[in-house]
């Protein structure tokens, strides 16, 4: 079980408004404002951003409770010119998985992803 993600980013200003935007309808917030910028919801941050050069340029994914919020975050993602790859299924992963790809400031992959049927 992964309790939390740390990211560093060569701008924390810019990081912050994006994942603001975009993981806004999957109900997060940010909730840390020190050196480190938290990100969660109700019960707590667990995912941080901290101003620093990227150690790696890895995939991550989101995982949204509906289609409809993937296509929400993904439709956030174009206010930034982030978008990589449109909503789509993915059957070859399993029937009901639908995902959406953005790029983060930094260039990183973002994926949201939801496994239940329409």
Not at 51 to 71: I, K, M, Q, W
Not at 78 to 92: E, I, K, M, T
Not at 107 to 114: A, H, K, S, W, Y
């Amino acid at each position: 079980m992964i309790d939390h993600i740390e990211l560093r980013t060569r701008d924390l200003a810019a990081s912050v408004r994006f994942y603001a935007a975009v993981l806004e309808p999957l109900g997060y917030r940010q909730s840390v404002d020190d050196a480190a910028k938290g990100f969660g919801d109700a019960r707590g941050a667990d995912f941080f951003l901290i101003a620093g050069e990227p150690a790696d340029h890895a995939h991550y994914a989101f995982r949204a409770a509906s289609r409809a919020l993937v296509r929400a975050c993904y439709e956030r993602g174009s206010l930034f010119n982030a978008l990589d790859r449109a909503p789509a299924l993915a059957p070859h992963v399993h029937p009901n998985y639908y995902a959406a790809y953005l790029r983060d400031p930094d260039g990183r992959l973002i994926e949201f992803t939801c496994h239940e049927a329409e």
